[in-house]
């Protein structure tokens, strides 16, 4: 395998997770895409020069306002789908006796890789059909009021093991050997 030149002496694969090809279209997506084509047609309609605008000000606003509106409102809606999806189709998920390793397929290397005892947060999204995402370390949230987390996340969260097939079993066997590493650091 690939992989196995960058395991170390002591470190074994219990589990290759392939996601799956499907688009990573979350909960979040269904929010984010309607608000902010809708905030950028309201910038729109409210930059929009007059009639009595000089040539300038119209120009400006069609060369460079207007642009900068359409590619901000792709970039927040469409684009994260975009990015989230072509993450998905070059990754692979190890996980091993002592880390979750994603694994780049194009560059044949390790694109990001996690101790379980450098991530105490762990939490995951299941759909209807079993399969989700995982995500690793604290989430970001979209609002925090008394300690307790709302709202959907105009951001993207930083470290996520997306389009997971039956992503509970995989967030419990996780969750386990996180457990189980942090139990084994306290005792020695």
Known sequence: M???????????????????????????????????????????????????????????????IIPLLILFGLSMSIGKLIHRRFQTINSIYYITNQRIVFFDKPSKSIAKSFYFNQFIEIDYRENAYGFGYIILGKQEPFANRGGRIFGINPLEHKNVMNNIVDVKQEYDLIKNLAKNSSSLNLKI
Do not use: G, V
């Not at 470190?11 to 979040?28: A, V």
């Not at 269904?30 to 040539?55: E, N």
């Open 2 to 64: 690939e992989i196995d030149s960058y395991l170390k002496s002591d470190e074994s694969i219990i589990k290759i997770l392939h996601p799956t090809k499907s688009i990573p279209l979350r909960l979040e997506d269904w929010i984010r895409m309607p608000f902010f084509i809708i905030f950028c047609i309201a910038l729109f309609i409210i930059l929009k020069p007059d009639a009595t605008a000089s040539l300038q000000s119209k120009q400006l606003n069609t060369y460079f």
